[in-house]
């Protein structure tokens, strides 16, 4: 029963940061556009039109405001999927349809909460919630770069430096946590610096070779936050293993059917940041699934 109220807790929850996430998402990309204006770059005009009174306001006094018709949104408008629902995906006061992108943005950061806390619950009970606390927001975080950089190749400053600060913080603590003895602390720091080398690094020399081509130094920074958060360098190589199948996967089918081609761009930042996310809630039952497999076809192979 208390397990059944905490998991309709953290759904709601989840629900109400994706909301957040997703009007973040839209005033970073409108404060981008205005820099881009400034420093004479190309921009979309339109879109900085639509945009603009998104910069107006601060993010303390914030309402969200209709990207149509600019109505600023009252409280039953804000209501995470209701709203969306009970007006059937439409502005109630334009009558513009708004987008699968909130509602989107709501159900994938409650599945990313629900998903987290089963595996917290697993490890830790109702231990250390603070530090619960802490990897929730980093989620949130992610959840802001992965929508940003799927959208516009970009993974937003604003957003990743408090990512790797707060990675950073999140870390020292799990590993002054968790360590009972000297030899455990030399263990868990050693693969914490692998884990970041093996992200952090291995983006900076693709960064490097190709001269910023390939991969953009957001990658590199990302790398480096996720190295942090996942402390282990065993887990980063499952990562990047995961990342990169994850976009065989997308890339080959979009190929075949000539949705891509060779010259499409495909931002890494979601590659990685799925792949780290599968690694946190289900790398175990990977590695024990491997583990399992490998040392069935060893045996079997012996008896051959
Ligand atoms: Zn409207």
Redesign the pocket.
């Known amino acids: 029963m208390e397990n059944l109220i905490l998991t309709t807790i953290i759904g709601f929850l989840g629900l109400v940061m994706g909301s957040f996430a997703g009007a973040t998402v839209w005033r970073i990309r409108a404060q981008q556009l205005v820099r881009d204006k400034k420093d004479g770059e190309q921009y979309d005009k339109t879109e900085l039109k639509r945009l603009l009174p998104l910069t107006k306001s601060s993010l303390a006094n914030d309402r969200s405001?209709?990207?149509?018709?600019?109505?600023v949104l009252r409280w039953y408008d804000l209501l995470p999927l209701v709203s969306w629902i009970s007006t059937k995906g439409?502005?109630?006061?334009?009558?513009?349809p708004?987008g699968k992108f909130e509602p989107l943005m709501e159900l994938g950061t409650a599945a990313t909460f629900l998903l987290f806390y089963h595996y917290w619950l697993q490890h830790f009970g109702f231990d250390l919630l603070w530090l619960f606390a802490g990897w929730l927001i980093a989620l949130v975080l992610l959840v802001i770069l992965f929508a940003y950089d799927l959208r516009w190749y970009l993974l937003p400053d604003v957003i990743m430096f408090p990512l790797i600060g707060l990675s950073a913080l999140v870390a020292f603590i799990q590993v002054s946590l968790l360590s009972t003895s000297a030899d455990n602390i030399v263990g868990s720091l050693l693969s914490l610096l692998g884990s970041v080398c093996i992200l952090g690094g291995l983006y900076f020399g693709l960064w490097l070779a190709s001269k910023g081509e390939w991969i953009g130094f957001g990658d590199v920074k990302l790398g480096i936050a996720l190295g942090l958060l996942l402390m282990d360098w065993k887990a980063a190589l499952l990562t990047l293993f995961l990342a990169n199948f994850i976009g065989t996967l997308i890339v080959i089918p979009g190929l075949l059917t000539r949705r891509l081609s060779r010259q499409t761009q495909i931002p890494f930042g979601p590659l990685l940041i799925a792949g780290f996310f599968i690694t946190v809630v289900g790398g175990e039952v990977i590695m024990t699934g491997y583990m399992n497999v490998s040392t069935w076809l060893s045996t079997t192979l012996l008896m051959l």
């Open positions: 405001r209709c990207l149509h018709c600019h109505h439409r502005c109630r006061y334009c009558k513009q708004i």
